[in-house]
């Protein structure tokens, strides 16, 4: 069976620019969250989808937005990048029922670096 | 608000050492913990999930343990080897919250 994965692997950005990363979940699972992952904070929860319908949604700016479609693949927009923007975004998938009550399986990641 | 601590942030040991690393969680109404696994500059790789109904999970020399009403688990390590070398991080889930992370022990095992 094949485990997340997550396109680009790598991402150069300017700030100001926008960045769409995308995640597709193991098959069969249905829930998909997003984390951010930074040497000073750690990892952050951004927003988790179920079903297509955003279910939870961490502290972080409005600029950071996701979606998921009916196939559950999701992606995340980043728009206005800012120079703290640079991270680790992790994408993980469960057969949860919307809520994070089952294991989660993650993806290797997309680093983002913002110049 | 609920907050993980794991401790020690850092922990060298020679190989063949057993050893245990904490993590401690301020909210015990947990429904399950995670313990992951992640490699530098990698995705992290789920190690043993515990509900809150059990507690302990063991998978090959992987112990994990759950103590709810202490707000403590612990990830006991037979015979490191230095494969194991990494970051360990544990989270905790309470209904309809997503995961809230600990900021990690990086582990080096030393050959």
């Known amino acids: 069976k094949a485990g997340v994965t997550q396109t680009p692997r790598y991402l150069i950005k300017t700030r100001g620019q926008q960045v769409t990363l995308s995640c597709s979940p193991i098959?069969?699972?249905?829930?998909v969250s997003w984390y951010q992952q930074t040497p000073g904070q750690g990892l952050q929860f951004l927003f988790e989808?179920?079903?297509?319908?955003?279910?939870n949604k961490g502290n972080f700016p409005g600029r950071f937005s996701g979606r998921q479609f009916s196939n559950s693949r999701s992606e995340m927009n980043v728009s206005t990048l800012e120079l703290g923007d640079s991270a680790l975004y992790l994408c993980?998938?469960?057969?949860?029922?919307?809520?994070?009550?089952?294991?989660?399986?993650f993806g290797p990641g997309t680093r983002l670096t913002v110049t | 608000k609920q907050e993980v601590t794991q401790i020690p942030a850092a922990l060298s040991v020679p190989e063949g050492e057993n050893l245990v690393l904490n993590c401690s969680f301020t909210?015990?109404?947990?429904?399950?913990l995670q313990w992951f696994r992640q490699d530098p500059g990698k995705g992290l790789t789920s190690l043993l999930l515990i509900q809150s109904s059990q507690r302990e999970q063991t998978s090959g020399r992987l112990n994990a343990s759950l103590d709810k009403s202490s707000g403590r688990s612990t990830l006991y390590i037979a015979a490191s080897q230095p494969g194991d070398s990494a970051t360990y991080l544990c989270?905790?889930?309470?209904?309809?919250?997503?995961?809230?992370f600990g900021k990690g022990t990086r582990l080096s095992v030393i050959a």
């Open positions: 989270a905790v889930v309470i209904t309809n919250t997503p995961l809230v």
């Open positions: 989808y179920f079903s297509e319908t955003q279910r």
């Open positions: 098959s069969g699972h249905r829930s």
């Open positions: 909210d015990s109404a947990i429904y399950n």
């Open positions: 993980a998938s469960s057969t949860g029922t919307g809520v994070a009550s089952y294991e989660q399986y």
